[in-house]
């Protein structure tokens, strides 16, 4: 990203400083290292705040009345509501987690504004039709991972973690397949058009050549409508806080999505090609932590 454009963002941080919540997150064990370290996730449970937003070079925790823009790297700086109060000092990055200086709520805190505190507003019920589609299934096993589960396996799994959650949400769910079974493209969009779903979810895990690759990724249709664009952002949001590079939401014109008449967004969560992405992606604990973070990111599109 160009300089130029970086410096813009942050800016448009700074600027939405008062700006209410994102919405729930999922936080990262609190682990104190022997080098005097704490996630940034504990950083922002410590102070009282959330992360509202982060990249590889920066974070941003907030709450009604407060923004901390902490920059991620050597001899980075940290601000508070705009103003500029001293250098991180200690920065590790370890799995996807980034580790500051222990000493660093300390400073922070005495700058924290007191004057506005109110009771954080209850989220409206999330109602509605959601249609997931978890990715190939029956004799096409999608994409073969390094370590050899099958692209099908993973996506049904996860599928099933997020119904659940939606399910307990109060959100009606409707699977575009039950089981090991291949649904044509055409039919599992159908089923959206049939059910006048508010939403339909297609789970796929990637693969690429190169073995480095790695990350998630949600897409759009390139002709794709308001709704599914903001729902693609609202997952995208909700799944960076799982310890995945994220790769944005981009456009392409894959069949469920172009033949998609309802709001529809297809998440590619991770590289089966890539060791460290095929390990999480089949381990159970972390996909309990990425079918949260998928549902988080819906549940605040339908709200």
Do not use: W
């Not at 104190?32 to 974070?59: K, M, N, P, W, Y």
């Not at 664009?229 to 069949?255: H, K």
């Amino acid at each position: 990203m160009k300089t130029r454009t970086k410096i813009t963002i942050v800016a448009a941080i700074l600027a939405l400083a008062a700006v209410g919540c994102q919405g729930p997150q999922t936080t990262t064990p609190a682990v104190v290292t022997r080098d005097h370290t704490i996630s940034v996730e504990e950083l922002a449970r410590q102070l009282g705040l959330r992360i509202d937003d982060r990249d590889e070079t920066f974070v941003v925790l907030r709450d009604a009345a407060n923004t901390v823009l902490i920059f991620t790297h050597s001899d980075g700086r940290f601000f508070v509501n705009g103003t500029p109060i001293g250098t991180v000092g200690t920065v590790r990055k370890v799995s996807g987690t980034v580790y500051v200086s222990e000493s660093l709520a300390a400073q922070i805190k005495p700058h924290l504004g007191t004057s506005v505190t109110p009771a954080r507003p209850q989220p409206r019920p999330a109602r509605g039709i959601v249609v997931i589609d978890p990715g190939h299934g029956g004799h096409d096993p999608g994409a073969i991972a390094v370590t050899g589960i099958h692209e099908k396996i993973v996506n049904y799994d996860v599928a099933q973690k997020v119904a659940a959650i939606l399910r307990r949400r109060g959100i009606e769910v409707v699977l575009t397949r039950q089981g090991d079974v291949f649904p044509e493209l055409e039919a599992r969009a159908e089923i959206a058009a049939r059910r006048n779903a508010d939403l339909f979810v297609s789970l796929h895990a990637d693969s690429a050549p190169n073995p480095s690759a790695q990350g998630f990724t949600v897409y759009v249709a390139k002709t794709a409508s308001a709704d599914s664009q903001r729902a693609a952002r609202d997952i995208a949001r909700a799944m960076a806080t799982t310890g995945l590079e994220s790769r944005g939401v981009r456009q392409e014109n894959y069949r469920v999505l172009v033949t998609n008449r309802r709001p529809a967004v297809l998440v590619e969560m991770g590289y089966l090609s890539n060791r460290q992405d095929a390990l999480r992606l089949q381990d159970s604990a972390f996909q309990d932590k990425l079918a949260a973070a998928i549902a988080a990111g819906i549940i605040d599109y339908l709200q």
